[in-house]
Structure formats: C-alpha cells, structure tokens
C-alpha cells in the first residue's frame, strides 16, 4: 500500500503512531479466507491505531472487508499477514476483553433471562464472583433503560431491546475494547437514531474504547471521533478521517454535511482532497 | 385526482371500548388445551378396540379392551407385572444412559473434527438400518448373556438417533451464537455445555424422544432373542412367555403397559421438559 | 381348492419335506376321489407365528413341537378344537455341556447357564423340567429354572462351540446337537428318551375342527402320504438325506444327514409316542388348565387306530 | 485528546494485490470434500473388522472381512442374494410408500384440525414404540401371510417417523410464507403442495431418512417372524436361513448387503436429493 | 367512534365518500384476536376509503394494528364488526387481486429461482398463461433492475434485493390493490431510502392502488398521498390527511417539517390543529 498524505498533511512523522501509545495497533495486516477450492482475499495490508478513549469507526461499502477485520481484532480470524496487538499482547483468540456486539438480534442466549444473559459471561470469564456480575447486570441493565424486563427472556424483546441487553452485556463487562459489527442495521430508522443516542450517552458515561463498524456515512460521523474509510472489496485503507468535533446535535450543520459529502466522494470514487 | 377533505377524529377513550381483552367461557378454553383432544383420542381409540374386540370375539387373537385392562389388573395385582416392568425400565435407563452418552462423545467429535462428522454420518448410515439380532454375536462376545448384551442393543438403538439429531442441532447453531461464545472466552467442554447444547437443545429433545421410543422397541424385541433368563425377564419376556401359552389378553396387557409408560413419558417428563425450556425459551420450532 | 401348510425349519420336518417334493399330497387327495388341489407351502421360523397364522386362518396345516400343540389343543378346546393331525415322528433331543465336570443334571452348579430356545415354556423347557422333576423330585420339577437362558439353537449353538460365553450346556434338538457332539470338548448330559422312557414324538402336525369338519378326506390323505414318505425314508435314507439337503438348500454333508435319518433312535412314523406324558406333565405344573382323557382326544380319529401313547 | 492527523491513502490498484482469489492445491480441495472422508472411514472400519475377525479366529461367531467378502462373492455369483434382495427391496419399496402415503394424509389431517394434531401425538406416542410382534395377529388377521403382512409391518415402521417430522417441519413454516401462499389464492391440496411441502422440506426429508433405516431394521427383524413362502423369502429371510445353518460368514454377507444398501441410498438417493433441493434452495440446516 | 372534524373542514359532507366511488371502503370495522383464553381488541370502529390509484398509507406507533387492519384487508383476518369491501364485493379470503409484500425477507418461495417466482402467482391464479407469465415475470424484473438475477434462487439476494423481489412479484400479477406492510422496515437506511425511491418512480409508471403501512412518519409522507393516522392499542383512526403534494423531492423543506410536525403531535400526544 502506498501511503500518500493528503495535501493538508504531508510531510510529517509516521501518523499512525499519534502521540499517545495505541490500545489497539493492526499493522500491515492482510486477510484471507479459505473456501473448499479457493482462497479468497477479503483485506489487504490495512493499518492503523486505535487508542485509549477512540470511538473508531470502520466505514466502507458492503462486502469490503470490515466484518473480516473486526472478525479479526476479535480474534475469531487470523491475518495472513502482519499483525494485530491489543495492549502490546498479540491478538490469537477471542476473549472477553474484547467483548462483541453484532448486527444480528440472535446473539443473546434464549435460554436466560436478561439478567443471567448480562451476567453470565462476567461469571464464566472468571473476572467476578456470581453476586458481584448479578449486582453490576441489574445496573448496566438499569443504564440501557430495561430493569423492568430483567428477568423476561429474549424473545419477548423487540429487536431494539435485545441490541441494548447486547450493549449493556458488553459494557458491563469492562472490556478493554468493545466491538460493535453495525449494531443497529436491523433496526427500524426511528430505532436506530434512538439507539445511537443511547451509545453516546453511555460513551460519555463510561467512556469505553469503541471499534464500530458500519456502511452508513451519517452514523459513522454521529458515533465515531475516527473514521477508517475503505475502499470495494479487496478492503483497504481509504482514509482515517477526523470525526471528534461532530456528533448528533451537529447532524444538518454545514460541517456535518461537509464531511457527509467528503466521505461520500471518497467512498463513490468523485474528487477528493 | 378529485379534491378530497382531510379529517381529524377524537377516538373513544380506553374505557368506551369495553374490556380490550376478555376472558373466554371454560368451553373455549378446555377446547383449545392439548390434553384434551389427546384425551378424546385415547377414549376413542379405546372404544374401537372394545368395539372391534368385541366383534371379533376372538380372545386367541385380539382380546377386547375390557378382556385386556382385566388381564392387566390381575397380573398388577399379583406384581408379575410391575416386577417384570421395573426389570425393563431399569435396562431401559442403562441402555438408554449408555447411548446419549456415547451420542455426546460422538456428537462432540463430530463437532470438532472433519473426520468425526464423516464418521458419525458414515457410521449412522450403516448401523441404523441393521437390527439388534446382527448384533447379537459381538453382543454375546463382549458383555455376555443377559442385561448387559440387552443394554449393549438399546444403546445401539439409542446411539444413532441422538448423535444425528444433536449433531444436526450443532450445526444449525447460528455463527453469531457461536461467536459470542468465544467472545465470552468459553473453550472446549465449557463451550459445548454452556452453548452448543443450549442452543441445539430442540433438536437434542427430539432426538431423545425418538430415542426413547427406539430403546422400547428394541427392549422388547431383544429380550427375546437374547438370552433372558427365567429369573429374571422384563416386559419382552412377559409378553413372550403369555404368547408361548397362548394368553393373548396378558400378551395385549403387556403391550398395554408399554403403550401406557411410552403416553406417560412423552407427556409427563418430555412434555414437562419442552414447557420448561422450548416453550419458555421461545425456541419451540 | 387349496390347502395351505407351514412347516419350520430342521430333520425333524422331513416328512413334510418328501410330501412336499414328492407331491405326495395332492397324489392321496387324488386317490381320494376329490381333484387335485394347489398346495401351498410355507416356512415359518417358530410356533408363535405357526400358532397366529392358523388362528387367522391363513393355514390349514400348522406345524410345531409337542409342547405348543398340547397348549394350542387345551386352549382351543370346544371353540375352535385344534387337534394333532400326524406326529412327524420321534426323535431324541439331547442336552448337551461343555464342561467336563457335568455328568448328570445334579452336576449343574450355579456357574452353568442351560440353553433353550424358550425357558419355561418351550419343547425343551418341558423336557428340562421333566428331567429335573425326575432327578430332584416330582416338586423339584423347577430346580434347573434358574440357571437357563433362552436362546434360538443356532445362537445357543455357536455360543457352546465358541467357548466364550458362559452358556455351558444346550437343550438341542437334530441336528444341532450332532454338529455340536462332533466336537471333543462337548459330550451328552442325558436324551430326552431317558427322561420319557422311550422314544417320543417330537413334531407335530395339527389343524382346526372346522377344517377337519368340512375336509376330511384331505385330513386323511395328509395322513396317507406322511406314511408313505415314512415308508420312503425307511426304504430310502440316502435319497431321503439328498432330498432334504436339495428342498433346505443346505451345506450339511450328505452322510451326516443320512446318519440322522438312520440313526436308530430315530423313527419316522406317524403314531404320536408318549405324548400322553407331556400333557400330564404340563398340566401338573399348570400350564395347561385340562388334561386330556387320553392320547386320543389329542389328535384326529384317523390316527386313533395306531399304536399311539 | 490529543490531536491526531487525518491522512489519506492511495489503494493498490487491484492488479497490484496478485490473485484476489486462488485456486487451491488439489491436495486440499480433496480433504474438503465429504466423500472423500466418507470412504477414508468406510477403509478404516473393513480394516478394523478384518484385523479384529483374524485376532479372534473364530469363523463362527465372528468371520473376518475377507472371509464376508468372500461368501458375498459366492452368493452374488449363485444368484441367490442378488434374487433375495430385490426381494426384499420390493417389499421395502411397497411398505415404505405405504408409510409415506399415510403419513401424507394424517400430516395433512393433523395440519388442518386440532383434534388431528392430538390424533398425530398421541398415536405416535402410542405406536411407536410398540415392536412389530405386536402387530403381528393383526396384520395376519387382515393381511394373511407373506408380503402383504410385511408391507403393513414395515409401513408402521416408516410412518411414525415420517409423519412426526413431516408435521414438525409443516409447523415451523413460518406465518409469512404461509400468508404469501394464501394471497397467491392457493388452498387446500394445492396450498400443501405448493408452499407447505417445498417449505418443510428439509423435515419431511429427514423423516424420510429415518423411515428408510426403520425399514430396514423392521424389514430384517420382520422376515424372520413372518416366514416365507417356499419360492420367495427376501435378505432377512437369507440371514435367517444361514444362521440356522450355521453358516455365518453368509449371515454377515447378508448384512454386509443390507449396510452398503443403505450407504447407497444415503449417499446416492438421499444425497443427490439433497444437492438438487436444499443446498441449491439454501435450505439446509 | 365520534367523528370530529377538524376546523378546516368543518361543516363538510361524509367526508370519507370523496368524490370517485372508492375501490377498497373499510366501514366501522372492529377486528378481535382470540388467544388460548383471551379475546383481545386490536382494531377498534375504524373507516376510511381507498380510491383508485392511492397511495394510502397506515401510520401508527408498534402495536397499534396496523397490521391487523392490513391482514383483514388482505382476507387473513375477518372482522368481528364492520365490513370491508373491494370493489362492491366483501373481502372473504386472500386473493391475487390483493397481493400482499410483507416486512420479513422470507416471503419469496426458496425453492424457486427468482423468475420461477414472479412467475408462479401469475400461474397458479390462472390469471396468465405460462409463457405470458414467465414473459412479465422478465419485465417486472427488469424494472426493479434484477435481470442479471432472475434465475438466481433468493438466498443467494441481499435483504434489499428480496424485497425488490417481492415487490415486481405483486406488481406483475396487476393486482386490484398492492398491500405493502413495513416493507422497507429490515432494511438498512441508505437501502430504504432507494427502496422508497423505487417504488415511488415504479406508481408513476404503473399507477397501482397501494395501501402501505409503515410506523415511519418521514415514510408516509414520502410514499403516500393519504395518511391514516392511528391511536395506540387498540387502534382507533386519529386523522385522515393529505399528503398528495409531498414527495421525495420535497424532504427537507418546510411543508414537509410542518406536516412531519403535525403528525408528530398527533401520535405523541402534543395538541394539535
Ligand atoms: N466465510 C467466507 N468465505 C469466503 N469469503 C468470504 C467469507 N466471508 C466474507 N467473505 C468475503 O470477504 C469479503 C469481505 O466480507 P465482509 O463480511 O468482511 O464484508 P463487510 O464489509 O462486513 O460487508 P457488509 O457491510 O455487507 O457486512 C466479501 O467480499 C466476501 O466475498
Ligand atoms: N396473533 C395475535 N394474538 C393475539 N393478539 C395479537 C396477535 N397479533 C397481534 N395481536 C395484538 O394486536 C395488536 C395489534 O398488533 P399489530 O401486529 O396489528 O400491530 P402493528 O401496528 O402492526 O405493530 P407493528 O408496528 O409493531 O408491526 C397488538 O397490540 C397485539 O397485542
Ligand atoms: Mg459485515
Ligand atoms: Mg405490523
């Protein structure tokens, strides 16, 4: 990959390196996949850090490779090539310090309540005792708004619902990073605003680190302070864009929409720069 | 398009509708309950045979159902027949015990490894077909006469159709479920325990049941053509033993039990799992 | 007309295996003056079957050992009336060990496990039980009880041969217990001929009262050609063993199968032997409610005239 | 925060990255395919048995592979398995289309009225689990001896199974395809054909897969109670018949004929089925 | 129900008669659910009128029936009270002359390609004969742009391209009225909003009867040109509105903010008028 600055910043020091020393650092890293006769590359030397705090947004049209990456960071994939550290610890499996929260409305357990669906991988992970995760379940479910459905099981929730025992599952974990593959595509557009809202308040509250990914130009620029733009399939690196000045009550100003129509360009191949 | 008003309404407060939900007669109800019609089914199915008995009237042959629950109360009353049914539901739970376990070993290899789900759809596919008299040699062979080569049969009978329908159940496990799994950093056994089998528990349970119903049938053939011993016997050899003497009202009273623990299983304790689990889950198909 | 007629498996049913390749039945009817019926036979593998399929009328003549046709009788009696039709002749049934230590029923010790094809109510049971209530005692007819085991001969013979399971002695019958005596390690305990005195019938061919009723003429004639196909094996053991080997396609040697025909304990002969024991025994120890007067009332008056018991 | 710099990339052009996507060597294309496991385990198991039969040495009570292999030869080549099995096969066919057919028409009762349902459960429940003996006075009574008795037998081997899966699968199809096949004006006969059949596929087809194994078992055990016809007789019958002449090593032949049937009609019948419909539909589980 | 109408069009004749007779009318009707042990009223006395060539739009909070009404419309549901007429004629049972597109992705056919899909309502309601149908099945694909994936079976389309599916299935069948419910709902937004797009350019080409039911307000005044507002559970009519001169176009501008507004206040329970 030829890295060439933008206009507004060349000529200076390695930018992937910032200032402070990343959480996450994927360097080079190449992906692949394996079909029963084909091997397939999905991503292609993509870089970049994602540090302490960052609520960083992987952006990118269908099929280019952002579920792969964050597949990978979550350890459920291994890079062909380059590599991927969490802490300065390379990245082998998945583990509950990078706790996940997908797309898809399956990923609670039918079989347990809200509350045991939060706590129990706060008990199996060993990180507290059994009535430490049931106390902190009860108020990260409390957080999410749904202490009245605590003990329902998740197929009486709307899908909106379970997205947020998903969140409040994740957060209440402390992960060192949380993971989010498009969180909200399945939710109606009325839901969704909601629901982005939500994970802002809660960012502000706790402030964990955020990797989310999704194809939607208007939630990355609402959610994320970075933005990793990609490019069709094989995935690489667009951009890294700078997002942390704008956020929800910015969606119509003229910088909201200028970024819109910049990342736009970018993404659908018009002039950039 | 001709001009048309728009129009704002003031609709009935809550109160004006009358109840939004009202409760239904007891008629209603009972109608809609499962236990009912099943119920129905089984006086019917009693009235049939009395009537077809009846008609008959041919007791060496088919025994009316009156004949039958007579033969039935006798051989209760004289602990012939609850002695030779414990006798079978004991083999019944080692034989069936012995095959889900097997089945989870298997189910779990063939989970993990390519070669395993080869092994389990090859294996299924060449054993399923063959009845328990194949077996009888390597049965005798191994665990000699008596319960063990008849519970050796069942976990045969057992074995296949648990394996093939939990493996079945892992696989149609979604990658989402799955991966969040991992995430929650569960490997190996734990995985299987805390993920696998939840998930895959519709078709577990109903792997189990055909199970069970395999493991009945086949109890009752093998205890004839295995080596029952006279002390001993279950059920097959109650209702072997009536044939041989021509008391075909004890023979349909034997098969009157099975019918009789097979209704009480499904409902009570299969029926009493799904409600607990699928039901609640949400996860009934 | 047809006459329908089922026969199992082994020498002891080799008189209706020549009836059956010699077409000798339909040559009696023939001589009878009735015309000449389509026979069918069949091969069932055990009296319950045999015993189900004449009760629903898809047999005429069923056949079985002595034992589940006294049952059959008894429990027929004055309904549907099943009586003996022919016995297929006496033939000894051996209760063969394979250890060394058993001489006599005595030496049973609680190690041991007897095969029968059915414990309690089987041919051989009977004769077990019979046997034991001689040695022990007419109220110890159930000593033995414990230690058997049902099994098919077959199983129960390659359980005994293979000296791997704890089946240490069988009840057999022709011609397991000769393929068993043929190894070393197996020797005889007793012969159901000791037990009973004397030879006995061991098969028996039987049918309905309402068949016999409406056809006997074809009840006599099948009594006819059983005796001529006596008189044939008699005359003719080795064409009779060829005969059985052919009709059973079986991988017997011809002179082994000529050795059983000839064997002296053997008599083909259509006059039931000794029955009258069976039926007093079985309903001593209740497992038929009546006991027949005589032989006779067990089996058709055509026979009544040989010299039955 | 710290203020970080915005950077941009230029991309490889796609030429640049080598193959976005390779061939693989036919090394590993051949450990992916199932087939290829498949007979990996089928190799493995002969070998296991002739290895075991020659460590036992005992041809009676357990022949070697070669020794089966052998007695298969000699009774395919006399012509008399080959007759025995399509003997079988034929009554197979008929019992197993008995059972289908049935199991269509209570399904279909059973899908359209609630007492149906409990009709479906119960008698499963109830019959299942009974062994063929059972039925034996019956189907003699009604059917006689020979191939119509065991037709009926083997039917109620396969309907259970069938009409159990078939209803489960009828039941999990979900309310909007049943309501685009209502709009489409479809009802009755051609609303099962057309939408609930195709829909519950991969269920009916399960279920027809284990009523093929059942048919099989109950088949074996079945010709041997029934008994034969001097002419006919099917494999059952042919097993039975070497047992009781102890010639075992034609016993295993026979079963040996009945697993590679199976394994025939898994793979070929059942496989191509299921490559033409649900992995083609995207339908499998 | 007490019809009140509002100030501006006071004084007015039965205001749902129009002026055209009406293709589909819906009189008083009350639909009722029958559990296991409950009898529960989802649809409470509503009317209103379908003209020929409507867009007509049900838009109400979750849970308001909406659906029901659409199901009772189509012939799923039959009123406990009231009668629903097609035409003249009362609506019995479901028909090709109502042809329904669901929410979920799983209304097309699996085993069947997607050609073999528009094409088999054509065929199985007698309407066209084989080869007509198979003919109009390659139009209407065509025009919901799909042609490179007509015999292509539907697992293989994303979610956008199933609906797209369904949609020219309804559309080729010329169906007196097209039922659509939530449609676009599972869709991602930048997806929806094309759908949303399409179908709109699809009436301007065909100009079929649509009745379409949507829990977005920015939706109903997008696609529709009458707006059926509903009260929550048990749903009773709040409004009848106009929305014939708002379009795609028109987002944004003021009159669609005040009528998005007005609609607003009227589901939420500002005041209104
Ligand atoms: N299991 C797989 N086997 C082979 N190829 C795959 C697999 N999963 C993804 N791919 C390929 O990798 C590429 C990237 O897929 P990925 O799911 O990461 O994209 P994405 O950016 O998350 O898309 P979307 O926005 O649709 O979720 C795709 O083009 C696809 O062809
Ligand atoms: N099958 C059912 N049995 C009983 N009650 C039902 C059933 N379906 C719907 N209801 C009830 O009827 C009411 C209306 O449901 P409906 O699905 O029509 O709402 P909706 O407006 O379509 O909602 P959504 O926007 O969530 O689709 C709900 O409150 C629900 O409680
Ligand atoms: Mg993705
Ligand atoms: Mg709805």
């Known amino acids: ?273 | ?285 | 007309s047809e006459v329908r007629i089922a026969q199992q498996f082994g020498i002891g049913y080799l008189p209706m295996t020549v009836v059956k390749e010699q077409k000798l039945l339909e040559r009696f009817v023939r001589e009878a003056g009735l015309p000449e019926p389509k026979v069918t036979w069949t091969q069932v593998s055990g009296a319950a079957a045999m015993n189900d399929a004449l009760l629903t009328g898809n047999l005429d003549f069923a056949s079985a050992g002595v034992a589940p046709m006294i049952t059959m009788w008894a429990r027929t009696k004055g309904r549907l009336d099943v009586r003996g039709v022919t016995s297929l002749g006496s033939m000894p049934n051996y209760l063969n060990t394979s250890n060394p230590a058993v001489k006599s029923l005595a030496d049973f010790g609680e190690k041991d496990r007897i095969a029968l094809p059915a414990v309690k109510v089987g041919f051989q049971a009977v004769l077990l039980q019979m046997a034991a209530a001689e040695a022990f005692g007419k109220d110890n007819y159930g000593k033995l009880d414990p230690i058997t085991v049902s099994m098919s001969h077959p199983d129960a013979t390659i359980a005994l041969l293979g000296g791997r399971s704890e089946v240490t002695a069988h009840f057999a019958s022709p011609p397991f217990q000769e393929q068993q005596l043929q190894d070393p390690r197996v020797h005889r305990v007793l012969s159901s001929y000791d037990v009973l005195g004397g030879p006995h019938s061991f098969n028996i061919v039987y049918a309905t009262g309402k068949f016999r009723d409406a056809n006997p003429k074809t009840v006599a004639a099948f009594v006819a050609a059983i005796d001529a196909a006596n008189d044939f094996i008699a005359r003719n053991p080795k064409e009779a063993a060829a005969l059985y080997i052919k009709a059973e396609n079986s991988k017997l040697e011809p002179a082994f199968v000529e050795n059983l025909v000839t064997d002296k304990a053997t008599r083909f002969t259509s006059a039931p032997e000794n029955t009258m024991k069976f039926a007093e025994f079985m309903h001593q120890v209740g497992l038929i409610k009546e006991k027949p007067a005589s032989w006779k009332d067990l089996f058709v008056p055509e026979l009544h005239g040989k010299a039955g018991s």
Chains 1, 5 share one sequence.
């Open chain 1, 1 to 273: 990959m030829s890295a060439l600055p933008s206009s507004a910043r060349r000529g200076e020091p390695m930018p992937s390196a910032g200032t402070a020393s990343p959480l996450l650092a994927v360097r080079d890293v190449t992906i692949q996949y394996r079909t029963p006769d084909r091997l397939v590359t999905a991503v292609y030397d993509v870089s970049f850090d994602v540090l302490k705090g960052d609520r960083f947004v992987l952006l990118g049209p269908s099929g280019c490779g952002k579920s792969t990456l964050l597949g990978a960071v979550a350890g459920f994939l291994h890079p062909a090539a380059g590599t991927i550290t969490l802490d300065g610890r390379e990245v082998r499996d998945p583990g509950p310090d990078r706790m996940v929260v997908f797309q898809e409305f399956d990923q609670l357990l039918p079989w347990k309540t809200v509350r045991a669906n939060v706590a129990y991988p706060m008990i199996t992970s060993g990180r507290f005792d059994r009535r430490t995760a049931l106390e902190r379940a009860d108020a990260f479910i409390a957080k999410v708004g749904l202490s009245a459905f605590a003990d329902s099981h998740p197929h009486t929730l709307s899908g909106g619902m379970k997205q947020r025992v998903a969140i409040a599952r994740a957060l209440a974990l402390e992960p060192a990073m949380l993971l989010m593959d498009e969180p909200f595509a399945a939710l109606d557009a009325l839901t969704r605003r909601k629901m982005q809202g939500e994970l802002n308040e809660l960012w502000e509250d706790t402030r964990f680190t955020l990797l989310f990914v999704t194809h939607s130009i208007e939630e990355a620029i609402v959610i994320g302070n970075r933005i990793l733009v990609m490019t069709p399939h094989p995935g690489q690196v667009r951009a890294e864009l700078d997002a942390s000045g704008l956020g929800e009550a910015d969606r119509g100003t003229p910088a909201f929409a200028q970024l819109e129509r910049r990342i736009h360009g970018m993404l659908f191949g018009e002039a950039h720069g």
């Open chain 2, 1 to 285: 398009m001709a001009w048309r008003p728009e129009r704002e309404y003031r609709p009935a407060p809550p109160g004006a509708i009358g109840d939004v939900s009202q409760s239904l007669p007891w008629l209603h109800r009972l109608a809609a309950r499962e236990d009912f019609w099943r119920l129905a089914v089984l006086v019917a199915l009693a009235l049939v045979w009395e009537g077809y008995g009846r008609w008959l009237d041919d007791d060496l042959l088919f025994p009316t159902f009156s004949q039958t629950v007579a033969a039935l109360w006798t051989a209760t009353v004289s602990g012939v027949l609850p002695l030779r049914t414990l006798a079978s539901l004991e083999t019944l739970a080692m034989g069936y015990a012995g095959g889900v376990a097997l089945a989870a070993i298997l189910t779990t290899f063939a989970t993990s490894t390519r070669i395993g789900a080869a092994l389990l759809t090859t294996l299924t596919a060449m054993f399923n077909p063959l009845p328990a008299i194949a077996l009888l040699p390597l049965a005798l062979l191994w665990f000699g006469l008596g319960t063990p080569s008849l519970v050796f049969v069942i976990t045969h009978s057992v074995l296949w159709a648990v394996a093939l329908n939990a493996h079945a159940g892992f696989r149609s496990v979604g990658p989402t479920l799955r991966k969040a799994g991992h995430t929650f950093g569960l490997t190996g056994w734990r995985y299987v325990a805390g993920i696998l089998v939840p998930a895959a528990f519709p078709s577990i349970l109903s792997g189990l049941k055909m199970g069970w119903a395999f493991a009945w049938r086949t109890l009752i053939a093998a205890e004839l053509v295995f080596g029952a011993s006279s002390s001993g016997g279950g059920l097959g050899w109650f209702i072997f033993e009536h044939r041989n003497q021509l008391l075909i009202a004890e023979v349909f009273a034997g098969l009157l039990t099975v019918i009789a623990i097979g209704l009480v299983v499904e409902s009570l304790v299969f029926g009493t799992i799904e409600r607990r689990t699928l039901d609640r889950w949400g996860m009934r198909r």
